[in-house]
């Protein structure tokens, strides 16, 4: 678990606001929960506002004593503060968290550690919700995973197109992927050059596996499929997919092909079993093959792109 203070400023007046977090994920672009930062998100549009993360800590215990440390009453009686209540979660020191036992509906405050061992039994707030903003009001809102994925045309995620960034004086922020300053070199992706441990890698697989992480109905694509007119892509749901190739689209789409990512897969091959796909080492394929694995990924799509069947010589002459 990572714990940390982090403070969001709001770009157009410098009002602000302090929080403090718990997350396994520094990716998890977590913007704050405060009532008036989110009245203010809805007032300026979240894009408007940068995240930085201050400081960590080793356990919630004192990144709460932290924060208590720092909002303080008379923050909180600043007028460009966001913050309403005063510092450290106005809870026990070890930290809580609100939640409900699944299929229930009395709200109960528990320590977090209880909630963290005991997950599966528990729901909060945005259990089972994503925060997206709606393409033609902008206003941010909370929809069920479900309405998210089947209307993506109606949503984007409020973070899209953005990174944690951190600069050169060592401030972590959320910035868009485009921002000059990552080719000035004033900022970089937090994740440049970091890689996970090995036995992080393994708790992420056993997670993965035992939530079923992109499995059937769990895969963010489920149900839906891509389609693309030679120039745009598009996914759509299975059940529409007449309706555009009516309107002369094609089911397919289009591949990247890139220097940098052509270099990252030339010494790895797709191959396919029993309706499972995975991408492997050359130096595994040898292995692979004699299991009764086949080359490619054995889908249906429309090439766009003429590919070299190098790939294939070396898979038939091993």
Request: charged fraction near 30%; glycine fraction near 8%.
């Amino acid at each position: 678990m990572y714990h940390y203070l982090y403070k969001i400023t709001n770009d157009f007046d410098d009002c602000f606001y302090y929080g403090v977090h718990s997350t396994k994920n520094l990716e998890d672009n977590y913007m704050g929960s405060g009532l008036r930062l989110w009245n203010a998100y809805r007032a300026h549009g979240i894009e408007h506002f940068s995240k930085e993360i201050l400081e960590f800590f080793e356990t919630r215990e004192a990144v709460l004593l932290r924060e208590k440390e720092v909002v303080t009453i008379e923050l909180v009686k600043n007028p460009k503060c966001y913050n309403l209540v005063l510092g450290g979660g106005n809870c026990e020191p070890t930290g809580c968290v609100t939640a409900k036992f699944k299929g229930t509906e009395k709200w109960l405050t528990i320590p977090c550690e209880e909630y963290w061992e005991n997950k599966d039994l528990y729901e909060t707030i945005g259990t089972g919700k994503v925060m997206c903003k709606e393409k033609e009001t902008g206003e941010i809102v909370y929809v069920l995973k479900e309405e998210f994925e089947s209307n993506r045309h109606l949503y984007k995620h409020f973070a899209e197109g953005r990174v944690l960034a951190i600069d050169l004086n060592g401030k972590y922020f959320l910035a868009d992927v485009d921002d000059p300053r990552f080719k000035t070199g004033e900022i970089k992706n937090y994740w440049t050059g970091k890689q996970h441990s090995e036995e992080t890698i393994s708790k992420m697989k056993e997670t993965h596996a035992k939530n079923q992480h992109q499995q059937g109905s769990k895969n963010s694509h489920y149900g839906m499929c891509w389609i693309t007119n030679g120039s745009e892509t598009r996914s759509i749901k299975k059940e529409e997919l007449q309706v555009w190739l009516d309107k002369g689209w094609y089911q397919g789409r289009i591949y990247k092909d890139t220097s940098k990512m052509a270099k990252s897969n030339q010494d790895r091959i797709w191959i396919n079993k029993n309706g499972n796909v995975k991408m492997i080492q050359k130096s595994e394929a040898k292995k692979y093959k004699d299991e009764g694995w086949l080359y490619g990924r054995n889908v249906t799509r429309t090439k766009i792109k003429k590919k070299s069947n190098s790939n294939l010589e070396f898979w038939n002459n091993l």
